[in-house]
């Protein structure tokens, strides 16, 4: 069903006559959640290989610049910039937020919560269906004349807002409108997620007996509705720059570039923690259930969760540092920027105790899991480096910057994904999936990974800035001794790509031949492990009522070590 | 739902939003700074307040939802106080706007929609 | 319409409706897309304090009008949503129209004051999105909310029928919230860019 | 640990060097504490048959100490990062040391412009000394420069210098630095700035003294001047243009 799905999915855009009951209906015009979840599932992980395959292309030109990539075709100046940018527009907008947010979310919300469907179906459905229009609207940008637009994913006006600028005159628009689409799409599912968890629990379920992966899936799209409003103004502001010839970012008629920045990057820092809580939120349910403990400390997470997401509105000025902000500013940004370590510490911290004590069987998930905290880890603490303004003034646009990041987004987008893949694959389709193959997947992964990025952090303080096609007009850094570095990250690149293979492979024919999944394969204590694997519409025969928290572990007393949220009694 | 409070008289809050409005019209006509202010945005406030309050049934509604959409104008107000130090001025320190006091050595301009 | 929702939209946990709360999210929403864009119209304006100069061409008879306008037919939205409440769908749905009628009337004046604008031969008067970057906002600003209130028309115009069958009373709630709302954007639109000189 | 890789040649860069390594310092020792204790956690309470996990809800006072003291530390040490970079921070671009000289840098697409002072050390009068891709400078001399850009974003980024500064249309952005070692060194534009990004280098010369100076400026002026930019890149260690290899030479050769 799978790969159907995807070559499918471009019909789901364009309306249709009522069609009966069929295959179609079923799976393209759903409104049950479930669908729709793996739908949004589909297409982000679709887009993940286009956005993949974007990063082969770039990496082999800066190993071997000027060469023909195999599959690919040579990587000029334009087409480069055009890569990176969807690179990174891609795999934010169309790979962690679908699947992070938009996937797990409606996958997980209604049955972790105990009711039958969302409040709003046919929202819901409308929802992915404007999600899809965007990725077609992406698609076609770089079909337009002059290619797809190349002003990087953060698109600073005037070069976005200027065709003479940009060179990539509806490239750049139909970017835009893409990205406006997909913020329309998430703006509505949002609202939905937030609806259904607040009006729709299970009776008995109190506010601290919720998930904690759907309290973070709710504060993030809590966090996305409120950072995304300005942006979104500040989207049409931008394409009527581009369409219309109007100035509000252009210095030249009376605008201010600056402006745009504070509104990118207003949304753009929260949008951060947006993609970071749902993957945390999955970690804490695999990490309990695999270690068979309670959670430590859920209502200090939870709080340290409220106190990260309102500090994420008041840093984001540290992107600008010294991108022409006024310098007093940095200061204040500093401050605050140092600050959100310290909830965050707190969440890891909790998370690690939550390991103490514990009965730890390293099953695939777990080993995505923990591998998820330790890469995070390390994309956490470089992060300390680059919130310091002082250091950031050189380490500002350089490969520092970009190591940090992927060492975050990675963990969050990548590992978290496949995290909660591996943990709820058995829910979604009613099979298990291969246990070895799963375990060669995560350590091809996660070596490559580190064998990509750790090189990167050495040459960005070797001073090799970003966005760089070629480094041959830089003599200081076109040195054979960078070179090596910039091979050996590629290669490891190459060499994660050919794992995912193995992922492929396990997925797909685990859908069909894999051992049958239990209700309860992981003796998990949540909603949705009281239903069959997969759940039938509607999802439960009675609907629950809920008796205590998601984490009751190894409860002294009890026969078996997990006890169930809709057990009445001791079991 | 709603109907369990009684009904404020709709067509009295609306005569009084009118008279708000032409004080709102008239004051700024006086020409004096102050007045203009108070009267234009003072009153703006105001008939939020009454449109919110009694069209929307806000006071009949649970009290978070105020605090939802306080919440929201409190995140502007930091989105507004973070951007005002760049944005809002024409220079800084080690910085000038050099369009505005026209210093610029090297700047293409905007004329007609086009770039020269 | 008629199809049968979930079960779970009928619970309410919170105390508000599900419909309603959707509502209230949405416009929290919209405060920060409109408030996002009034807000960079405060930052430029006090940034150029000669806009006050350009702020003289607008019409301020035809927006006070509009936002009489607006206001009297947020009255009407309310009185709709009364007579729903208490199952006078034939009132209601009078009042809805009426309410689109208030719409309509905004949107000519709207036209009116655009046209005077965009089509006159004395450049004088010619303010199009390009003259400056003050006009830039006056056309994106006021013809979001112009948007803003064709959808509010087309959304009513929808569940009106509806609602003489007696169908999803309870929406006409939900249109009116909105309906306020794009109202009390005007009462702010309207100072910022008329009268404020 | 910079200094190993681009060594410094102005005098603000050995204190950003110095806040690396401090920074270094302080969170490779949460990293590798943290990584420590996971990793132990991990030994030491895997599933073993017939032991069964501890129920600890973290909620007690007794048991939040044990993430809670922690994380006052990182708190503690937060503060000591953040009164070491607000200190360099202030020194590298809040303060303006007494200029020497002053140049004007002008970013376009794709290529920096230098304007020189000239030997009257004042902008925008009649000797000033433009030159493209290339600009030079004095040993121990305090100059300002003034950003400016003529179309999109870019960013004023020399390495060597620890300096970085967006230039921003419509917008003079000044700062300052004073190169305290000879030598030749790449300037970058660090901003995607359209097409040519990848193609915006220049070099900046650091003279040891007046006379080597005013011979550059004097070619200059004389259009003999060569310009070491161009020189540079003629004798790069990397070749990067040839398509004549195939790819598993190319990979092999690599190594």
Redesign the interface.
């Known amino acids: 069903m799978g790969q159907t799905t995807v070559t499918h999915d471009s019909h789901a855009a364009h309306g249709h006559d009522h069609h009966e009951q069929g295959f179609i209906m079923k799976y393209f015009f759903s409104t049950d959640h479930k669908i729709i979840g793996l739908q949004y599932m589909f297409t982000g992980m679709f887009m993940a290989i286009v956005g993949g395959y974007f990063a082969y292309a770039f990496r082999m030109q800066l ?6 990539v ?1 599959l690919y075709g ?1 990587v000029g ?2 087409e ?2 055009m890569l990176i940018t969807n690179h990174g527009s891609i795999m934010i907008f169309w790979v962690a937020m679908p699947v992070l947010i938009a996937a797990f979310g409606n996958i997980l919300i ?1 049955l972790m919560i105990g ?8 929202l819901n459905r409308l929802s992915y269906q404007i999600f899809l229009l965007s990725v077609v609207v992406l698609f076609m940008s770089f079909f337009v004349q002059g290619g797809g637009f ?3 994913w953060t698109s ?4 976005s807002a ?1 065709a ?4 990539t005159d509806w490239g750049a628009s139909l970017w835009l409108i893409a990205v406006a689409l997909e913020f329309v799409a998430f ?1 509505i599912g949002g ?2 997620f ?3 968890s ?4 299970a009776p008995g ?1 109190r506010m601290t007996d919720i998930p904690m992966v759907v309290w973070m899936i709710v504060l993030a799209s809590i966090m996305f ?10 989207s ?2 931008l394409l ?1 720059d581009q369409r ?5 970012f ?10 745009w920045q ?2 990118f990057w ?1 949304f753009g820092h929260p949008e951060v923690y947006v993609v970071l809580l749902p993957a945390l939120g999955i970690v804490a349910e695999i990490m309990t259930t695999f ?10 997470i939870l709080y340290t969760t409220f106190a990260t997401g309102g500090l994420a ?2 840093v ?2 540290h992107h600008q540092f ?10 204040i940004f ?2 605050t920027t ?2 959100i ?2 909830p965050i ?2 969440i ?3 998370y ?11 099953r695939t998930p777990m080993l995505w899991a ?1 591998g998820f ?2 890469t995070f ?2 994309g956490g ?2 992060g ?2 680059l919130g ?4 950031d ?2 380490f ?3 490969y520092f910057v970009v190591a940090h990041f992927h060492y975050t987004f990675f963990p969050i987008a990548i590992i978290g994904m496949f995290a909660g893949l591996y943990f709820w694959y058995p829910k979604m389709f009613g099979r298990m999936m291969d246990e070895t193959l799963g375990k060669i997947h995560f350590w091809g992964t996660i070596i490559p990974f580190n064998g990509i990025f750790l090189p990167l952090f ?1 040459v960005g ?3 090799q ?16 001794d960078l ?2 570095i910039r ?1 050996f990250a590629t ?1 490891s690149m190459v060499t994660m790509l050919l794992f995912q293979f193995v992922f492929a492979y396990n997925f797909f024919v685990s859908m069909f031949k894999g051992e049958k999944a239990p209700a309860n394969p992981w003796k998990s204590n949540t909603l949705e492990w009281t239903v069959p694997s997969p759940p039938p519409h ?1 999802n439960f025969a009675e ?1 629950p009522t809920v008796y205590r928290g998601p984490y009751e ?4 007393g009890n026969k078996e ?1 997990y006890w169930p949220q809709n057990m009445p009694d001791r079991n | 739902m709603a109907g369990a409070h009684a009904h404020p008289n709709y067509v009295k809050i609306w005569a009084l939003l009118l008279v708000l409005l032409v004080v709102s019209i008239i004051g700024p006509e006086l020409g004096i700074p102050w007045l203009t202010l108070l009267t234009a945005f003072g009153i703006a406030l105001v008939k939020t307040y009454y449109v919110a309050a009694y069209f929307m049934h806000l006071n009949f509604e649970k009290k978070y939802v105020w605090f939802l959409l306080l919440i929201s104008t409190v995140l502007l107000g930091v989105f507004f106080f973070g951007v005002a130090g760049d944005v809002m001025k024409a220079d800084g320190q080690n910085w000038q706007d050099c369009i505005s006091n026209n210093t610029c050595a090297e700047q293409q301009r905007y004329v007609d929609g086009q770039l020269r | 319409m008629s199809m049968q929702g979930p079960l779970a939209t009928s619970r309410s946990a919170t105390g508000i409706p599900t419909g309603r709360l959707a509502v209230w999210w949405l416009l929290a929403s919209e405060i920060f897309i409109f408030g996002g864009l009034i807000a960079c119209y405060i930052l430029y304006r006090l940034n150029n304090p000669w806009w006050g100069g350009e702020a003289v061409f607008t019409k301020v008879p035809a927006g006070a009008f509009n936002t009489f306008v607006l206001l009297t037919s947020s009255l009407f939205i309310v009185l709709a949503h009364d007579a729903a409440e208490k199952k006078d769908f034939d009132r209601a749905f009078k009042f809805i129209w009426y309410t689109i009628g208030g719409g309509l009337v905004f949107l000519l004046v709207k036209y009116y004051e655009y046209s005077s604008k965009l089509f006159t031969d004395d450049p004088e008067l010619l303010k199009t999105p390009l003259t400056n970057t003050y006009w830039s906002f006056y056309y994106t600003a006021t013809g979001l909310h112009a948007l803003h209130v064709i959808g509010g028309m087309v959304i009513m115009a929808l569940i009106s029928f509806d609602l003489r069958k007696g169908f999803n009373p309870h929406r006409v709630e939900l249109i009116g919230l909105y309906w306020h709302f794009v109202d009390i954007v005007w009462i702010f639109l309207f100072p910022l860019l008329y009268i404020a000189k | 640990m910079i200094e190993y890789f681009v060594p410094g040649a102005s005098t603000y860069a050995g204190d950003i060097d110095f806040l690396f390594d401090m920074i270094t310092i302080i969170v490779g020792f949460w990293f590798v504490m943290v990584l420590a204790v996971m990793t132990y956690f991990m030994v030491r309470f895997r599933r073993k048959e017939g032991v069964r996990a501890a129920y600890i809800s973290g909620d007690p006072h007794s048991q939040k100490k044990w993430t809670h003291y922690p994380h006052y530390s990182v708190i503690a040490l937060d503060v000591v990062i953040i009164v070491f970079t607000v200190m360099v921070w202030v020194d590298v671009k809040q303060t303006l040391p007494q200029a020497e000289d002053k140049i004007r840098v002008v970013g376009q697409q794709w290529s920096w412009f230098f304007i020189h002072s000239g030997p009257d050390g004042k902008l925008g009068t009649e000797d000033d000394i433009s030159n493209v891709n290339d600009l030079h400078v004095k040993k121990d001399t305090v100059y300002h420069f003034e950003l400016e850009s003529r179309d999109v974003l870019h960013n004023f980024s020399v390495p060597a210098f620890r300096l970085r500064q967006d230039t921003i249309p419509g917008r003079t952005i000044t700062g300052w630095f004073e190169p305290n070692k000879t030598g030749v060194y790449d300037i970058q534009c660090a901003e995607i700035c359209g097409y040519g990004h990848g193609i915006m280098g220049a070099t900046i010369v650091v003279h040891e003294d007046q006379q080597s100076y005013d011979a550059a400026m004097e070619s200059i002026r004389n259009r003999t001047y060569e310009s070491d930019y161009q020189k540079r890149l003629q004798k790069m260690t990397v070749s990067t243009a040839s398509n004549s290899e195939s790819f598993t030479d190319k990979l092999l050769s690599s190594f």
């Open positions: 190993a071997f610049p000027g060469m023909e195999p040579t100046p334009g480069y910039n209604p009711c039958d469907d969302m409040v709003f179906p046919r190349g002003g990087a600073y006006p005037p070069l200027v003479e600028y940009n060179l703006l609202i939905n937030v609806t259904t607040m009006n729709a629990r379920m509705m409120a950072s995304v409003g300005p942006l979104i103004a500040g049409i502001m009527m219309i010839g109007t100035t509000f252009v210095p030249s008629g009376g605008g201010d570039p600056i402006l504070h509104l207003f270690a068979r403990k309670k959670l430590f400390g859920y209502k200090t509105f008041v984001w000025a010294i991108a022409g902000i006024d310098p007093r500013m940095a200061n500093l401050v140092l600050l370590s310290i510490a707190e890891l911290f909790s690690i105790a939550t390991l103490y004590g514990g009965s730890i069987e390293f923990l905290l330790i880890l390390l603490v470089t300390i480096y310091s303004s002082a250091l003034i050189y500002h646009d350089s050495l303080m070797a001073g800035h970003r966005r760089i096609y070629n480094f041959q007009h830089f003599p200081d850094l076109a040195t054979a070179q090596g091979v290669v509607g609907l572990y190894s409860v002294p070590d």
